[in-house]
């Protein structure tokens, strides 16, 4: 079975600085990789999703995605942090017609 | 409809109490799942439809929960004789290409079982 590691709980960033969460996956094949976000109350939502080709995907509200075959990562990456963007991140993996996600990582932002 | 719709948004239902909850699919949408979301976790799979099909239900937690999609659209999770082990966020996705595309969800129902 197909896992998904998301180390951090939680972080905290400021408003304006670069964001890294990261996401570990165990899967034997190229795998399906997708992030979404939640906020408070709602459902989850795609940001952006990997299933082949080149290896850093853009997504919506400026997100973007590394896979590295190597290090069984798809670390989420954003240059500039807004307000807005304080979520739950989930990281998730395609096993067949299901996905797994990760526990995921709170998002603090400081003003 | 534009997107996902899950009723009721929220649920309290004593134990033991038998409960329903709708999920209303993107038209077209063939594929539809179930999760389960407890406090503080990631979503966990529940049940798989395609189209009226139940292709897996091998998360359903115990017999008490079933799940129905008779016509290919509207599906329903039921939960049988609710324990408080049930409190959850019950999220409804929906897609065409879920390996490729992705799910869209729904706001999903909060359940709480006193």
């Known amino acids: 079975a197909q896992s998904v590691t998301q180390p951090d709980i939680h972080i905290t960033v400021s408003e304006g600085a670069s964001l890294e969460l990261r996401c570990n996956y165990s899967?034997?094949?190229?795998?399906?990789l997708f992030w979404y976000v939640q906020s408070p109350g709602q459902g989850l939502q795609l940001l952006l999703k990997?299933?082949?080709?080149?290896?850093l995907v853009q997504g919506i509200k400026g997100f973007e995605a590394e896979f590295k075959r190597s290090q069984s990562s798809f670390n989420l990456r954003k240059p500039s942090v807004h307000w807005s963007d304080a979520a739950e991140y989930f990281c998730a993996v395609g096993e067949g017609f299901k996905t797994i996600f990760g526990a995921g990582t709170r998002l603090f932002v400081k003003a | 409809g534009a997107g996902v719709s899950q009723s009721p948004r929220y649920k309290v239902a004593k134990r033991g109490q038998d409960v329903a909850l709708r999920c209303d699919p993107i038209?077209?949408?063939?594929?539809l799942f179930w999760y389960q979301q407890a406090l503080g976790q990631g979503p966990e799979f529940l049940t798989y439809f395609q189209n009226e099909a139940q292709l897996d239900k091998s998360g359903l937690p115990s017999d008490r929960f079933f799940a129905e999609r008779p016509e290919g659209s509207v599906s329903t999770l039921k939960i049988q004789r609710t324990q408080q082990e049930d409190s959850a966020v019950y999220l409804c996705?929906?897609?065409?290409?879920?390996?490729?595309?992705?799910?869209?969800f729904g706001s999903g129902t909060r359940l709480t079982v006193v």
């Open positions: 996705a929906s897609s065409n290409v879920p390996q490729k595309v992705g799910y869209t």
């Open positions: 899967y034997g094949a190229t795998p399906y």
């Open positions: 038209s077209g949408h063939v594929s």
């Open positions: 990997y299933f082949s080709g080149d290896t």
